[in-house]
């Protein structure tokens, strides 16, 4: 251990604080590190790891289709992403895919794409309204569009154009509208954040104002897309309908993929407007078709609703016991709890029981485990979890 970690801090440059393990191989909900030991993991690769590890299914079709093509280019037909765009149109409201590597950059899409929309159709309009506590992203687009000054402050001046808004407020977002504007970017769940969900009520007014006024409403649903809130999509759930999405994170369920889907109306790039040499390539696709299958056909949605709902309960009941818990929020397999003690403590603690956490903003515990999770295994956290919180008193 002292041997890679010395190694990792002479040739890494220093842009994550690493927890001192090493993990080598991973089974179901659980991942091993270099010293054997065993860790029932709801973190996830942070929301991206839909089916666990080693799954079946997933593994034999990746494995497949390496030996047949990994990559060529966009310039050629590709079975897989036809396939991939097709299983999520038919699945939503939306026409049209168009396929890259992260969620930042599904965000940098969806932000070309809305400037196009307001240059062309509306006057030129340019400015965009993004969300207070939001994240996007870290490229310099996407980073324009995060609410949070600890991301922002060592890189501005960012996009100019862009306004924050007080999340869950209508008012405050109205205010903000001008003839200018040609954009709004919301996640209906905020992750990063800290686990927010948006007011139903809210979501709907700012739906009406933006086909008032012809604002292009993009939801980020990064993190909690691709079944997270037990709805293939989480505006699903509040049954508010997007011009434009931008998915990634869960899609791949690990491999690196984003996209964004748009209605026939917004889907409004050209040859030469936008691309991305590996987005969307043979390889990931694979993956993304074996992750919807499963969500989609073979009943993962109904499961993750269920278990959602049973690590909600559970989380529910522990607030009740434990006065440093002030809240429980979010929805399906995407919770967090706010603590009123220092959650990196309570985090390391229950690694070293043998449970892996992961901190939404500074305050809050997050919990997005592979949506095949178990109600035993969700038992098994929460009694680690609340032995840990229990001792830290
Ligand atoms: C809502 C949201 N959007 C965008 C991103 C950026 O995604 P990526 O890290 O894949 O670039 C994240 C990452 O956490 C996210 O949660």
Redesign the pocket.
Known sequence: MEDIKQKASNVLMHTYNLIQISLVSGEGCYVKDSEGKEYLDFIAG?AVNTLGYNYPAFNAAVKKQVDRIIHYSNLFFNEEQIELADKLVKNSHFDKAFFCN????A?EAALKLAKKIGKTKKKGAWKIIAMDQS????TSG?LSLTGQKKYQSPFIPLMPGVSFAEFNNFEDFKQQVDSETCAVII?PVQ??GGIYPADIEYLKKVRDLCTKENITLIF?E??SGIGRTGFLFAHEYFNVFPDII?L??GLGGGLPI?AILATDKFSQFEPGDHAATFGGNPLVCTGANVVLTELLDNKLLEHTKKVGLYLKNKLDNLKKRSDLIIEVRGLGLMMGIELNTNISDIISGCREKGLLLVGAGSTVIRFVPPLIITEEEIDKALNILESVISNSK
């Open positions: 942070i992260s969620g930042t950059e965000v994240f996007h992203g870290r996407s996640e992750g990063e980020d990064v993190q931008c990634a994170k984003g």
